[in-house]
Each structure stands twice: as C-alpha cells, then as structure tokens.
C-alpha cells in the first residue's frame, strides 16, 4: 500500500479509467512557486511556472460533487461529468441550428419512457412504443453528431491524460499539452463551460450503468467500501456512492442534469490551475480572455446536514465469490481543525513504512495479514472518516485480524508515541510533499483541491509547519477521543459459498 | 498585442450580442511550432563494467536512483515458477551488510526513503527514492544490497506465505482471471505463460535466491541510473570508491527459451456469478526488432488504443453504450512477441454482441484502408504527445537504461516520430490483415454464462470451461 496521506481516495467515477489519491504536496518553496489571479467573476486562477519541459498541466475544478445532491439526484454530479464530453453548440455538432429541435424531441419522448417506467401499472406496450420511437430519434440524431471532438483536437494537438473526475466533494477536469497550445486549451475549456450541449445522454446513462458494473459490482474492494461507507454514515450525504445506485443512475433525468449544471457550474465556484512551461503573465491575459466574460453565478451552498453521534457499534457482511477482507472506520474531523492533522499523524505511525505499528504487529510479527492500510474517506469539505483496511491471511480470519488492530488502538491509546515515531511521520510527510511535486499533473490536481476543500492553497504550504508542532500528547488524545469501541463501523468481505 | 485587443473586442462584443461565440475556434486555430530537444542522459562506466546514467537536476531536493539487472522470470525453471517474485520481495525485506531487515525497515523509514525491487520478464530493478542529504547512506545500502544481500529466511517464509495467499486470491477479480488464462492459452509451457502455485512457491529454497542473485547481479551485468539533486563529480568518485573493487561475472547472455505454438484458438469461459462479463481477445504479436510496430501503433490508436479517438470505443461504448472500458493494445515485446488484444467489459446480456462488434472492427481494419483523416489524427497524436515521453526526469533516465539494455537502435527516440509520419493507410492495412486474425485469436469470457445474450459456441470456435482452482 502506499505511504502518502490519503484523501478522498476513491474517487469514484472518472470519465475514462485512472486511478490515483489525492495527497497534499507542499514545501518551502511552494509558496514562492505559485502565483494567484482572481478574476472579476470570481474565477480563481493558480499558476506554478516550471520550464524544464515544454510542457504544462490544466486542471479546472469546480466546486461541486457528490454530496450537494439530493435524494432524487442521487449520481447527478458524475453523470453531468460524463455529459460534459459530448461537445458545445460549436463542436461536436455538424449544424447546432438544425440539431437543436431534434434534440428537443429526443429529450421529450426520453422524459415520457422516464416517467412512465416507474410506474406500477405502465402499459408495456406503450413504452415499447416509445422506447422505439426514442431509437429513432437517436438514430437520425447521428447525422448532425461530429463524435468526441474534444478529445479529437487535444488528441491531435498532442494532449495527453484528457479525463475528468468526481468526487464528494468537487469535479475536476484535466488534460497536459505541449506548452504552445495554451490559447487553445482556453478556447475548448471556456466553450464548454459556456455552451455545453448534453446530446446522447439516453446512452451516456448506460456506459454509466456499466461503469457502476465495472467498478463496485464485481470487484470486492469496490463493493466493500462502498458498504462501508453508506453504512458509516446514518443522515449525511457523504454516504451516498458518488456513482449513485443502479436505479438512481437509471433514473436520473435530462432535465435534472441540465439544472445542476446551470445551478453550479459557473466562476464563482471554479478554480483553475496551470502548472509547467507558461508564463503566469500569459496565463492571466489567455484565462480573462476566454473566462472573463462569463457571468459569476451563484456559489454552492454549504450542505447544513450534521451526522448524529453513533449509538454504537455497527458491523455489516458482505458476500461476495472471493476471499475475504475487512475495513474499520471511525469519525474523525476534518480540515482546517488541528485533529486532522493529527490523524495524519496517526495514519503515518500505524502503516506508514514497514517499521509502522499494525505492519509490524499484523504483517511481520502475528503474520495474520498480507497487507494493511490506513486513510481518510470518504471526502474532505465535511467530517469524515479514518479508515484501516487489512487482507487476512488464510487460515487467519478477518476476526483474528479485528481483534489485532483493536489492540494496536488500545496501546496507542495509552502510551505516548515515541520521539524516533514522530520523526518518522514528519519526515515522511515532509518529503512525500516534495515527491507530490515532481509531476505537473499532480501539483495542479493538489492547488485545486485544496483552493477547493480547504478553500486556501496555501494549507499546502503551511502543512508541514503545522505538522511539525503537533506532540504525542495530542495524538494519544486523538485516539483517545475518536478510535473507541462503540464509535466503529466494521465491514467485512466473506466468502460466498457456491 | 493586437491578438489581446482583439480579443477583448470580441468579448465586449459578446456583452450585447446574444448568440455569437466570442471564442477562436479550436479547429482553425494556428500554433508556433514547439521547440524541444533531448534532455542528455550523461552515459559513464566504470572499469568493471557498469554502466551509469545521469541526469542532474536541482529542482527540488531529491534524488532518484534505478539499478536495472540482466534477469528476470524467463530465467526460472517451470517447477520453481513464482521464483522471481520471491527473490525480488526477499531481497527488498531481507536485510543487507550488517543490517537486520528490521534495521533495513528502520534506517529507510526514518529517511522518508523508499525502497522498491521488483522482476519482471526479462530483468529485475531496484529503485531508490531520496532526499539529496540521504545520498551517502542510500549509496552505501546500494552496495551492501547488491554485493552482500541477507535473504533473511524469516522474512523469506513471510515473502513466500504471502505469494501463497496472492494465489488463493487471484480469481477474486475477473480481470486477473482472464488475463491469466490468456496468457496460459497464447504462451502455454513457457515461463511467459505460467503462473505460480503452492506447490511451486513452496519447492523455492533460500539456496535458490542465493544462487539467482550470484548468476545475475554483476556490475557488468546491470545498469546504475541517477537523477535529481547530486554533483556528477562527487557521485563518480563515491561510485568508484563504494563499486571500483567489484568484480566483473562470467559474461553469460541471457539465454530466452523458444516459444512453443499457441494453444489452438478457442473460447475459454470462466462461469461466474458476476453482472458483467470481463471479455479479452488475443493473440500473440511481434518483438521490438519487427518494423511492422510503427504501423501496429498507429492501427492500435484507430483500433482502441486512442482512447475516445478509437474505434473501439466510439462504436461500443459512445455509440451503443455497452461499457465503460473497452481498448486495444499492441504490446511490442523486448526479447519475444508480446500479446495484440482488445479488451472490454459489458454486461452479461451483451456479452456476445460487444464481441461480435470488436470482430467487427477487425475486419473493416482488414477490408478497407483507413481514411486519410483517421489516419492523420493517429498519426498526430502519437507524434504531437511524444513530447511526454520527457517530462518526468527520472523516466527518460530509466527509459534510457531500458533503449540501451534491449539493444535498441541508437537513434529510436530521435526517429520514432519520422517513422510515425511515414506510415500510410496501406500499411495500416496490410498490418492489420497479418496480426488481427478474429478466427486465429483466444477468446476468454470470465461472467455468468447463463445470462449471455448467445452461447459462447456461437462465436465459432471450441469452447472449454474454465476450471475454478
């Protein structure tokens, strides 16, 4: 398992397939390094200037994710990201003019079937009809589609890594280029964010159904987090999966999907970041160009559910054709608040390394697991959770593997961590930061995230200094307070028999 | 300046006039050319044969360092299979020199430093991430690795107790099945076919490590590649004072067993209670040495290799909306063919359509050329992105231990993208028409055979099930 702090790790539902988590970079220099511009609509733009390649990352994150749904919206945020491939009134269409009543029909007769499949008395033979007349239209739609041009002219102009992801907490979209196509990243980025057109959406909900199939229906890890989650939380949205269930994602309509675009995808909630071979004078004049006559919108508003106070323990199974595995999570704060910092802290001293206390008890010592791992889910904007995740090793169970990671918390609980610890943690913090900012891409995805989530970059630089000041105390504290028996949700993968 | 003022002409413009895109358009849009050239890799040796790669670059404060050694799994006998796994993840935990594993553990994690070795098939590599202060002590642990390793056989039981389990899970997910059982079908009685088992993992002895690093890991045997934060001077005279009295192995070259003939195609279904099915198609293609890869990389761009720019993906998943993921790839092996496949997931009821149209594709791929702008898109993107292959510092490092190690040509990198711009839609074509044979290819399907929307023997071929372990 990696070392690098954990945040939002599964971000579920990229746009096409990539996996990564999201850590916060940070070092003395960052906050020389990045430069800021704030335009009059409230667009933020964060600009890293580095000339060793010719070569430079965008990321554009708006503000908003998964938990600013509601119950009737369920998956709507990623749905949108998947809707935001298919082209503007300008590209992706051989003829807006022409394609535009059309599309008008295809949505119509699509809210008909939408409303009418739930229906317990829905006359069959009426929606066959209409699922026939939809296939119709959608078939004499093709003639004005010109297919993914998006990713046709930053295919062609030398783009790499041109994706999108969703989270809980926020969406962000990325592409790297050659650094002499800034001018036109501007121009496809602005486009889309002015003049999307949603076209193919009927289709579009079905990749998606595929995706849900792909990530959490038949993987195990998938399916045990998203378990996990969902029953760790009893009121909060955060324990919705970001994908939505099978029936949301079916049921989600057009007209839903349209409103939450035009209800948040606007400056006041977006962030943009630049990082590579541009210059942050060039980049201002090319972003206010292109972004500065858009209208600010209005910002998302804070989600006002608090999560009641567990009355207990909970524990949940679930069966799956493989090998077993179990997941343990606690509330825990989010940031800014110093606690979660120092769980950071915590997550460095339990599995960071192989000379961390539940590697060396579990993996090393007791060799009832293969692996442990320790993080923070399932977002960051809203108090969350401190997870530890372990692969029991047969003919151990995934009860022998509870019971030793309980006593690891209890000792943690009642002795002080040791000097040679905190080092450790520190140190490792401290240089993962430098590590996270080798990449372009990666030092882009952190300004955005944490502009985003903590609503200030510079928690990036300030990280390590805070960090640095935390002691032992507080951290027995921590665990005192928050890693206690009667606070837990334990989800555990078992073996379906055959 | 006058593109600003124009600019913000349009933009004003757009303030009262409802409807006209104030944006350039992307399509018509003109760039100044990109200027770039080739970062140096330093190459240096010393007298006992190792060869050094460097590449200084203060940045930030860190340094990276990759050994690459000549051995990997091709080099491990059928009933010992699993060794190079073992040896690889021993090596790292089993202590060097003086030091405990524990002691190895402590010193690298008090560091922030990480330590990774891995095998693969034809090489093992060990990599070092550090701070820049740490290069002393990282250079020192080097040496005691390769020239005193422990092999700790404690750690060795763990190292082998784990693989053990790895192999009780690998059908927990589908695509680890059916990667597995296509290359069992394409590369049968081969070290690039077989997977370990108990048995297997369990007949490895420590002696066996031992004598897999004494055959393999000699300075003229292995590569020494640096980048980051360091002084070129300073690292040569540490290099020759840590490494200098080394000395040379019997120089024996990598023997690679011959490939035996493919299984004869079939479907292999693996039935399981799952809602989609994991599809692979496959079959086994070329090594580096073939010219035929330059056409092959860009029929694998319009096949499923260019993401939403692909075939495969707009006719399967944009068109129909039958999965999320659904590719191709051409892999170019180093010493022996790789594997041409396409992959995809869809669900149960529409497993056999979604392989119906990756045939589909295949054969239009054979019966007509490309047209000239699909073939000019594939072509601009491969050389337009190529300018990614150096933006990671430590990656042209590697990728240039890798180039000389396989013995390709001196001057790849600088014609890769001439060979790209020559290849015409004929050859596409012609390519195409040898190495994508829908009746010649493994089929695998790993989901519940009973919810298919056809039966697997529909597809033409004899089908045989996949047996659990």
Same mark, same amino acid.
């Given at each position: ?242 994908? *939505? ?66 009355? *207990? ?186 | ?15 009262? +006039? ?98 990774? !070795? ?43 107790? $784990? ?92 023997? !690679? ?17 799952? +809602? ?52 191709? $790839? ?9 594997? !041409? ?73 600088? $014609?890769?993208?001439?060979? !790209? ?49």
């Amino acid at each position: 398992m990696n070392d690098l702090k954990k945040l939002a790790c599964r971000l579920a539902g990229g746009i096409f397939l990539v996996v990564f988590c999201c850590s916060p970079v940070g070092a003395a220099t960052l906050a020389e390094k990045v430069r800021e511009h704030t335009l009059e609509n409230g667009l933020k733009l964060l600009v890293v200037e580095r000339h060793g390649s010719p070569t430079f990352s965008a990321y554009i994150t708006i503000g908003v994710g998964s938990v600013d749904e509601t119950a009737e919206t369920r998956g709507v945020a990623h749905l949108l990201e998947h809707m935001l491939f298919k082209g503007t009134k300008r590209l992706g269409t051989k003829d807006y003019a022409a394609e535009k009543p059309l599309l008008e029909k295809i949505a119509a007769v699509g809210a008909q079937i939408d409303e009418l499949k739930v229906m317990p008395d829905a006359d069959p033979e009426k929606l066959a009809m209409l699922r026939q007349r939809l296939a119709e239209l959608q078939e004499q739609h093709k003639q004005y589609v010109v297919k993914d041009e998006f990713s046709r002219i930053y295919g062609e102009n030398g783009g790499v890594g041109y994706n999108a992801f969703t989270s809980k907490d926020l969406t962000s979209y990325l592409i790297s280029l050659p650094s002499n196509k800034l001018e036109l990243w501007a121009a496809v980025e602005a486009d889309r964010m002015q003049n999307a057109v949603l076209r193919e959406f009927y289709t579009e909900r079905e990749v998606i159904r595929e995706e849900r199939r792909r990530s959490y229906d038949t993987r195990p890890a998938g399916k045990l987090y998203e378990t996990l989650i969902a029953n760790a939380f009893t009121a909060h949205p955060y324990r919705n999966p970001i994908i *939505g269930w099978d029936s949301d994602i079916d049921n989600l309509t057009l007209e839903e999907t349209r409103d939450f675009l035009r209800r948040y995808y606007a400056p006041i909630n977006t962030v943009i970041a630049l990082v590579g071979d541009v210059s942050f004078d060039q980049a201002v004049r090319v972003v206010e160009n292109s972004f500065g006559g858009i209208s600010p919108g209005t910002k998302v508003p804070p989600v006002a559910v608090i999560e009641p106070e567990p009355a *207990g323990n909970k524990r949940v199974d679930v069966e799956f054709d493989a090998e077993p595995q179990v997941s343990i999570a606690f509330h825990k704060p989010t940031l800014p608040e110093r606690d979660d910092y120092v769980f950071d802290l915590i997550d460095q001293i339990l599995t960071g390394g192989r000379s961390s206390r539940l590697y060396r008890a579990l993996v090393l010592e007791q060799q009832l697991a293969t692996s442990v791992s320790t993080y923070g889910a399932p977002g960051g904007r809203y108090p969350n959770l401190f997870v530890i995740s372990a692969v029991p090793r047969y003919p151990h169970t995934a009860k022998e593997v509870e019971v030793a990671i309980e006593a690891e918390l209890g000792k943690l609980g009642r002795e002080p961590v040791t000097d040679e610890e905190m080092t450790r943690a520190v140190n490792r913090l401290r240089t993962d930061h430098l590590r996270q900012m080798r990449a372009n891409s990666g030092l882009a995805r952190s300004l955005t995230y944490f502009q985003t989530v903590a609503g200030d970059w510079r928690y990036l630089a300030e990280y390590v200094q805070v960090m640095e000041s935390i002691s032992a105390d507080e951290i027995r504290d921590a665990v005192r307070r928050y890693l206690v028996d009667g606070k837990r949700t334990v989800a555990v993968l078992t073996k379906k028999e055959m | 300046m006058l593109r600003y003022l124009t600019g913000l002409l349009l933009l004003l413009l757009a303030g009262c +006039t409802a409807g006209v895109n104030p944006l350039p358009d992307p399509r018509e849009m003109s760039f100044a050319p990109l200027d770039f050239s080739f970062p140096e890799v330093a190459r240096e040796s010393l007298d006992n044969g190792m060869e050094l790669y460097l590449l200084p670059d203060d940045e930030l404060p860190l340094i990276d360092i990759t050994v690459m050694i000549g051995g990997g799994s091709i080099d491990v006998s059928e009933e010992k299979t699993g060794l190079g796994g073992v040896y690889a993840a021993t090596w790292r935990s089993g202590g060097a020199g003086e030091r405990t594993p524990d002691q190895v553990d402590s010193e690298l994690d008090l560091r922030a430093m990480n330590l990774g !070795i891995n095998t693969d098939n034809y090489t093992s590599s060990l990599h070092l991430s550090l701070r820049k202060e740490d290069l002393p002590f990282a250079l020192t642990l080097l040496r005691d690795l390769l020239l005193t390793p422990g092999f700790d056989a404690d750690r060795m039981e763990i190292v082998r107790k $784990q693989a053990i389990e790895a192999v009780r899970r690998r059908d927990d997910n589908p695509g680890s099945t059916a990667g597995r059982v296509l290359r069992a079908a394409l590369y049968p009685n081969h070290p690039l076919g077989r997977v370990s088992s108990a048995e297997t993992l369990n007949a490895i002895e420590r002696e066996d490590l031992l004598a897999f690093h004494r055959r393999h890991v000699h300075p003229d045997n292995l590569l020494l590649g640096i980048s980051g934060d360091f002084s070129p001077v300073d690292l040569g005279d540490q290099l020759e004072s840590l490494f200098g009295a080394w000395s040379k192995g019997r120089s024996e070259r990598q023997e !690679i067993p011959p490939l035996t003939p493919s299984q004869a195609p079939a479907v292999h279904v693996a039935d399981r209670e799952l +809602t989609q099915t994991t599809i692979f198609l496959g079959d086994r293609g070329i090594e580096k040495g073939n010219p035929d890869q330059y056409p092959l990389r860009v029929m694998n761009y319009i096949l499923g290799g260019g993401s939403f720019n692909s075939r495969l993906m707009r006719e399967i998943r944009s068109n129909r909306g039958l999965a999320y993921s659904v590719y191709s $790839q051409v892999q170019i092996g180093r010493r022996l063919p790789g594997m !041409i496949l396409l992959g995809g997931e869809t669900k149960s009821g529409s497993t056999l359509e979604v392989v119906g149209l990756m045939r589909q594709e295949m054969e239009k791929l054979r019966a007509d050329p490309v047209p000239e702008q699909e073939l000019a898109l594939a072509k601009e993107s491969l050389i337009n992105s190529f300018v990614f292959a150096f933006d990671q510092r430590h990656e042209v490092v590697s990728r240039a231990m890798r180039l000389d190690f396989f013995d390709y040509p001196p001057n790849y990198l600088e $014609q890769f993208r001439e060979n !790209i711009a020559s290849v015409t839609a004929a050859d596409v074509q012609q390519v195409a028409k040898v190495y994508l044979r829908p009746e010649m290819q493994t089929v695998v399907l790993v989901g519940q055979e009973q919810d298919f929307d056809a039966p697997p023997a529909t597809l033409g071929l004899p089908v045989t099930e996949v047996s659990r372990e």
